[in-house]
């Protein structure tokens, strides 16, 4: 528990060197920061399997409170998330950040980023986690405002700055109506004092909304897609892949662990937001062309995934069935593990793309498997991760929620019975909607014939960055192939919650991994993937040995029409366009009109796709309308004289004493 | 337990078994419609003279190839063999049936078809582009429907395994259930789409604006398009295994323990076989009889299957006698 302290104090006297040295600070801080990151890390997968939790309270923060720390198997796995994904960023910033325009705005916070993420996982009061929730807030919104001088960057840092708001000041309603006796704030009075169910259910709904509007649940999701963008591209892959998960961490704490026993109603809503979050992220995602606002609109849906793993665990959990209930905890922890990899890989790629190109856009990529090999082959790992094809990791924890939700316990509650297979059609259409949006991010941007010269000079990135995008991809391949340690290393973190955990998976011959039982599922990656690589192999050498080895280069056949000029190539919106006239006409609201010029005028045909989100329409824009109006509306009492106000006070004070009265 | 290279041997048989049988079934439908429009048609064997005719070809490739596009017909043929040998098509209990469920083997095609889309993208030509493109469309909804699909058996049998799905329903312990119809008319859709068949794509032709599998393999010849031929033929045929093994498992040699009985093995041999004649017929017939659908009309029929695949299982839930 030292150690991690430590090292998060480590990294607040490395982003003071960072203030202070500038960019000649660039390798300092990244490897420091890759240093200290691996070290907790350690100290995370030691409190995972450790025997018993470690705690420390110092006399820090409010003085009858206390600063209290606790690391368990929880923490430790999210301790071990937090900096993994922290290692892989500071790798990539040993290279990406020597490009950096403002490095000293970078290397300023990112380390205090770092700090932040690990203090939310260890805090265990409600005072030092807000603190540590509010810090993590202000440092991502500077780090997302390091290009400050875009417009567009100045948005997403004020509606990032709204909704962090909104988050902060929800999770501290909730923390004031789970206050043990005495006004305890520490989480294990608040786990002793039993809150009524009527208290409880207006504490989870309002946890889920602070801790779901950080991690980008929909409806709280519009600031993601503005925000993760706008940082620094390994600064995007920690918040994408680290700083959701926190947020994760944050609802799994409060659901499973302080709230206790919860109603089956709560599942429900888990279970819808997680499936709309999921099927609507990724249509969000397939219609952008800009990269990372697409893996920031793709990382929407992988919040929505872990959310339905989440919510089948909770509706198990209250039906009784603790055995579901476990193997659902471990399919949402695993996504969770998986998405933190993957996300970091693609974000790296991206960034690697507008370091090498200076493009984000899709529609001016094309070609660059040829200029940017190495990064396009982890790029392809990552794609094909995300897109949950086997043998990689992204289709283990994919292949262990749809097991969840096959398990059909007796559920007396009818709202499960129609939320679960709804679910279960929604996993299974968000699934084949992010093929195919990997298949666009990657066939658009990497494949193909260049659509600007920036995409046909492009030039390999630096070996850091390629160091970590190739590691990120090898890490992939091996939790595909082995996920029973993952499984395995999942069990303390169940046990903990749920007081049980799944059968141990490593002593399984063959190490196939057996969630239940033989006789219902098994998968073994190891296996596919050899019988992948028996196969393919075999296939060439006899192909090479019985048939002709010739091969001839010649102009693309096309049909007997080749085009040279690349703008006859498919884009990215072509590409898409099948699946937005299916879904996202109804749902986005996606309209196409077409300009014919009259006959015999020469002026070009035209044709533009307007898309709107309804949900912004519905939800945001009237709100933001009404506090406009209500602004205004109390704009004068901001100019009264100072009898009124102190008669303010007077009235607030006895409307409060008198709401005490009738409470108690 | 038999000697473990028996089991082998028995796994290593239906993999051969598979791709040598492939071929037969295409140039068998083939057949079938060309005397059903009063042809004679080419000889069943013709699809094997085709692989060979290709593979002894000179490759030609396009300019701006990547390696992606000269490796992608050996990993698909790959992925999609590696599928086929984990559907059971004589005999239920071999020795690897346990590597991978129904959701593997549906992911490992899904593999096959992602990277068959980038293929097509890689050249960067327009055909390619339409067949990635629409490929991924009709796969957005015909991969959520063969998973419900998988859901409603899985709920019924309590198990994704396919050895114990079939095992269970050629017990007779499932009985007649709404359920399993919907799952059935729902497959047999989905079977359609996954292959490109009538009413979705038309296998035969190379130049129609409305084709989606042809228009991706576009820039292919020689040995990579054999490669791809043979998938495709590969995938008709797991497919059709796949039906015959969930709704009409009659006639499989059973063991589930991995036990070898040769007997059983060849009369799970002949009712596979006769089961894909009869399914060659229908799959004749019904192509013959019906017209290829507007490519926007496709959703709609797929829909259908995902819409038959969820009440399936929404049934399940509610009622388990359903």
Redesign the interface.
Known sequence: MIATLFGILAFLVLGLIGVFRGRDANGIVYGASLGISAALGIVGLRALFGAAPATLVLPLGLPWIGAHFRLDALAGFFLLVVNLGGVGASLYGIGHGRHERDAARVLAFYPWFLATLNLVVVADDAFTFLFAWELMSVVSWALVLAHHRDPANIRAGFVYLVMASLSGLVLLLVFGLLAGANGGYAFTLMRAARPTPGIAGVAFVLALLGTGAKAGLMPLHAWLPLAHPAAPSHVSALMSGVMTKVAIYAFVRIAFDVLGDLSQWSAVVVLALGGATAGLGILHALMESDLKRLLAYSTVENVGIIFIGLGLAMAFRASGFAAGAALALTAALFHVFNHAIYKSLLFFGAGAVLSATGERDMERL??L??RLPQTSFAM?IGC?AI????PLNG?VSE?LT??A??L?PA?PQWGL??M???D??LL??T???T??C???L???AF???PRSDAARDAHEVDRFSRAAMLGAALLCLLLGLLPGVLVDALAPVARELLGVRLAEQMALPWL?LIPIA???????GL??FL??VL??SL??LA?HR???R??????????GF??TS?I???TGA??????R???AASLLGARETVFMPPPGDMAPARIEKTLSDPLWEALYAPLGVWIAWLADRLNHLQFLTIRRYLAFVFVALVALLLALALWQ | MPPLFVSFLAQGGQMAFVLLAAPLFTGFVRKVKARLQRRRGASIMQPYRDLRRLIGKEAVVADNASWLFRTAPYLIFALIWVAASLVPTFASGLMFSWTGDLIAIIALLGAARFLLALAGLDIGTGFGGIGASREMMISSLAEPAMLMIVVTLALIVGSTQLATIAEFLRSGAAGLRVSLALALFALVIVALAENGRFPVDNPATHLELTMVHEAMVLEYSARHLAMLELAAWLKLLLTMSLIAAIFFPFGMAGGGDGAIDLGGFARGALAWGGKLVVAGALLGVFETAIAKMRVFRVPGLLGIALMLGLLGTLLLYVSRGL
């Not at chain 1, 897109?387 to 086997?390: G, H, I, K, N, V």
């Not at chain 1, 072509?574 to 699946?579: E, H, N, R, V």
Request: net charge positive; with cysteine; hydrophobic share 55%.
């Open positions: 094309g070609g498997i040829h392809l094909a897109a949950a094809l086997p289709f292949w749809f097991q939700i096959l059909r559920l019975k129609l679960i297979p709804a279960g059609a299974a259409l699934a084949a909607l093929g195919a990997f298949v666009k990657f066939g658009i494949l193909g014939r196939s033989a006789v219902r599922s098994s998968y073994n296996l596919v019988f992948i196969a393919t296939t060439i192909i019985f048939a002709s010739a091969i001839r280069r010649a102009p693309a056949w096309d049909c080749p085009d690349p006859t190539q498919y072509s590409f898409a366009q099948p699946i006239r299916v879904f």
